[in-house]
């Protein structure tokens, strides 16, 4: 039988003051039932780890210079003219309860690094700041429900469910400084998720395809901090190489508005929009457990501009990577 493969995405978004910091990933999707690649039940665990560094200011859709932390205008303000690292490892648990119905938990364990300067006019008293920390974040719990179909070869479904508020809100950057609210591990809201997808394999052909959507938006807040709404479009095929190796190319495109709120570590400098490709492969070393990885490159990335007319724009990441392995039982 012909090996099958996940379709994954990861994409960076960017996140205060003179240059937006860079802040997490969106999530990447190794729900294999929603593309066809599983069987209709069982239990499916998917480890990924994944890896993005926002080093590149942008305002709009254009490149821009990284600002001088000696700039008379910025002294005594964060300077955000270093990068993030931002890393996570994912552990998603899907169960398929019937045909019909299954649930998904994803565990995410975030791993970040941001540094920036305090800006001074004179260059030797130009100081850095780093704040680096490895904790849980918010974890999703997801219910899927596939349209009965007579059709082997296709499935249409719906996805809905919530992203709970467990992740650490209240670190600081240095003592008696607030980390950025979308720096956090978590953002302190409750969330809706809603998604539609549908798949299909070409018949007596080494060729597959889907399209999925989604969107997650708060609807219980914390600290006066309201994430951006957040939609996510993928289009993905995949081709079978050969029985254990297996070929992918994903288009995603991504949605991300303004963070809001009054919170004193909120920043409404976030948020925008970008067209991703990710290649990548898949190969089964084992009849149930498989490795894949993927790159993605932007084809097009858009930044929100600064509402107050910071002109350095928000850092962003030139690429992503991410590598996994899934088992199903």
């Known amino acids: 039988m012909k090996t099958k493969l996940l379709l994954v995405a990861i994409l960076s978004t960017a996140s205060t003051a003179y240059a937006g910091c860079g802040s997490a990933f969106c999530s990447v999707n190794t729900h294999w039932d929603t593309q066809g690649l599983a069987s209709d039940d069982g239990l499916r665990i998917d480890l990924r780890y994944s890896y993005a560094k926002a080093d590149t200011p942008r305002v709009g859709s254009s490149k821009v210079a990284k600002p001088l932390a000696s700039d008379p205008n910025l ?4 300077v955000e003219n270093l990068r993030t690292i931002n890393q996570s490892l994912n552990m998603n648990v899907d169960y398929a309860i019937n045909p019909q119905w299954g649930v998904a938990v994803d565990l995410p364990f975030v791993m970040r690094d941001h540094s920036h300067q305090i800006g001074d006019p004179n260059p030797a008293n130009v100081t850095t700041e780093q704040k680096s920390f490895s904790k849980l974040g918010d974890i999703r719990v997801v219910g899927n429900y596939k349209f009965p179909s007579s059709e082997h070869h296709a499935g249409s479904g719906l996805r809905i469910g919530i992203k709970l508020a467990t992740g650490d809100t209240n670190l600081e950057m240095v003592a008696g400084a607030p980390l950025e609210a979308g720096l956090q591990p978590g953002s302190g ?136 392995v899934s088992h199903s039982y």
Not at 75 to 78: A, N, R, S
């Open 189 to 324: 809201s409750t969330d809706v998720v809603l998604g539609a997808y549908h798949h299909q394999d070409l018949e007596n052909a080494p060729w597959g395809w889907f399209v999925s959507g989604q969107m997650q938006t708060a609807v219980s807040l914390k600290n006066d901090y309201r994430p951006g709404d957040d939609v996510a479009l993928d289009l993905g095929a995949h081709y079978a190489m050969s029985p254990s190796l297996t070929g992918l190319l994903q288009l995603n495109a991504h949605y991300k508005k303004a963070d809001g709120g009054t919170a004193p570590n909120s920043n409404t400098h976030t948020g925008g929009r970008s067209l991703n490709v990710s290649p990548g492969l898949s190969f089964a070393f084992a009849p149930r457990s498989k490795l894949y990885s993927f790159v993605q490159l932007p084809l097009y990335q858009y930044a929100n501009p600064d509402p107050a007319g910071d002109p350095y724009g928000q850092l962003t990441a030139p690429w992503a990577f991410s590598i996994g």
């Open 75 to 78: 002294v005594g303000l964060e």
